[in-house]
């Protein structure tokens, strides 16, 4: 029995139990609207035998559905017989952010994904943190965080790799990554996410990736890759057998997120109408759309160009942009073998 406490939450939970087991972990916060209230944040494991450990994480961000839709399927399709080792599953980590389909914590606005390795005194969002990175990542040989763009942004379906000081590690991440044959593996400088979950994974010699699946709305594909994903990793590290290998998949296109990055942003607050899609190939130069000013309706539209060639990873949802957005990102197309050097940076 694993038995946890800090200023805001408590955990008793047998890890170690063979069979497939349900649990919480117990986050208590008073506020205004929250007098002494127990938010559960539900924990699930399948153990059987002996074998790997595979920790999975959906609602890290609360308005984010699809990893939860995929942890959820996996959560009651799985049976003990089905694995060879444990599974850890958290489809809800920042449980009051998910109740509140919010990105933040309705507790105190707090990015979970921004507050890693976090302590258990100064707040809620970090006490979560805090509770990863003492009770769930020494468990683990390996770990997925599942993500997308919400509610305010659409991104290429991709698996996310950050680097990482120690090249062994970054390359047994990157075959994470390369397993869950996602369209895309969009790999970013793991120094500038510091405060992320990739990097405290990394931090305790884990290998880990997440991944982006779509966003804006639930995309039956986006779904699909993201389970077939998930299989795809626990079949690559024996947890699971591995699926049957099909003439449909295709190989990653790769994206160098640290040496070539780039993007557009709102140079005053408009309507952009955008000229490209998710996925497109864009050159330096291209025009990317036209924004309208929301406010001046005598100002003329202002043409918007592209800064740096590459492949559109993100776009906003909606027309409306406010100055220094993002309206969308772009990062360059690699080799395979290119991805693979950024372990001896």
């Given amino acids: 029995m694993t038995t946890y406490k800090s200023a805001f939450i408590s955990c008793d939970f047998h890890f170690d139990a063979q069979g497939k087991h ?26 059987n035998g002996s074998g790997p450990t595979i920790l999975l994480t959906a609602g890290n961000h609360g308005n984010e ?14 049976e003990p017989d089905d694995v ?24 105190d606005n707090e990015n ?30 390996a770990g997925i965080d599942f993500h997308s763009g919400g509610n305010l942004a659409n ?9 990482c000081t120690d090249s062994a590690l970054y390359r047994k991440s990157f075959e994470l990554a390369d397993a869950f044959q996602a369209p895309h593996l969009y ?7 510091s405060s992320g979950f990739d990097p405290a994974a990394h931090a305790q010699n884990i290998p880990f990736m997440s991944n982006e699946l779509g966003g804006g709305n639930i995309d039956r594909e986006a779904i699909r890759i993201g389970y077939r994903g998930a299989r795809n990793v626990l079949g690559h590290l024996n ?57 001046e309706v005598d100002r003329p539209p202002k043409e918007l160009q592209f800064t740096d060639s590459g492949i559109v990873c993100v776009k906003s949802t909606t027309a409306r942009v406010v100055q220094g957005s993002h309206i969308c990102m772009t990062a360059k197309a690699v080799t395979r073998g290119e991805v693979m050097a950024l372990a001896d940076i």
């Fill in 22 to 47: 349900y649990g919480a972990a117990h986050l208590t916060y008073s506020d205004d609207a929250n007098g002494m209230r127990v938010f559960l944040i539900p924990i699930v494991t399948i153990k």
């Fill in 65 to 78: 559905d699809e990893g939860q839709l995929i942890l959820r399927r996996l959560i009651h399709e799985l």
């Fill in 84 to 107: 060879q080792g444990r599974i850890i599953f958290l489809p809800a980590l920042n449980y009051p952010a998910v109740r509140a389909f919010t990105r933040t914590s309705p507790l």
């Fill in 112 to 141: 979970l994904n921004r507050k890693f390795p976090g302590d258990g005194t100064t707040g809620p969002t970090s006490a979560i943190a805090r509770f990863v990175v003492d009770v769930l990542l020494p468990l683990a040989d």
């Fill in 155 to 163: 991104y290429a379906i991709t698996s996310f790799l950050c680097t």
């Fill in 187 to 193: 790999v970013a400088d793991g120094s500038i996410w």
């Fill in 239 to 295: 947890l699971i057998a591995a699926p049957e290998s099909t003439n449909t998949s295709k190989s990653s296109v790769y994206l160098d997120a640290v040496n070539g990055a780039g993007g557009v942003l709102a140079p005053f607050e408009g309507l952009f109408e955008a000229k490209f899609d998710v996925g497109d190939k864009v050159a330096s130069g291209q025009t990317a759309g036209i924004l309208y000013s929301l406010d």
